[in-house]
């Protein structure tokens, strides 16, 4: 297994075989593929350019997304109306600024602000008229 000359700490070609095909410390050159990630030499903790209306488009998902979500609890529906209101702002301004495609999220928060405006203020209507309908119910039996 070993030569005479040769300790169990050494093996044969230490140090002048390839990891992986590469010398460590090698400049592996730019990414052959920059659809899978960065610059192989970019480093460690430098991030990337954000992508402007990205922040935007969050903005009118997550208020699409609250907006649908408050419809449900009757005089919630008011502020169901104004969060729908800022999605389908947020939205539209979004989808002016990002890329063709990667204007998803700003499209499905513009969506669901129209949903949440809607049907919010039907949900909201239809509370009042009924909180209306119960008092004058209760003044005609108490009088």
């Known amino acids: 297994m070993y030569d005479n000359n040769q300790t169990p700490e050494q093996t044969p070609n230490q140090g002048t075989d390839p990891v992986y095909g590469q ?5 592996l050159g730019p990414n052959p593929n920059p659809a899978y990630g960065q610059d192989y030499n ?6 990337p350019a954000p ?6 488009a969050t903005v009118a998902l997550v208020c699409g997304i ?11 529906g008011i502020i169901s109306v104004v969060l729908g209101v800022i999605a389908i702002i947020s939205g539209i301004n979004a989808r002016k600024i990002l890329p063709p495609g990667q ?9 669901l602000g129209i949903i949440g405006v ?7 209507i239809i509370a009042c008229v009924a909180c ?6 209760a003044n005609y039996w108490y009088y």
């Open 66 to 76: 609250i907006s649908v979500a408050l419809i449900w609890f009757g005089w919630t």
């Open 118 to 124: 809607a049907v919010g203020a039907i949900f909201f």
């Open 132 to 137: 209306a309908g119960i008092m004058g119910a």
């Open 103 to 111: 204007s998803g999220t700003a499209t499905a928060g513009f969506i």
């Open 23 to 27: 010398n460590p410390g090698q400049d």
């Open 51 to 56: 992508v402007p209306g990205k922040s935007k």
């Open 42 to 47: 970019q480093g460690y903790g430098q991030n």
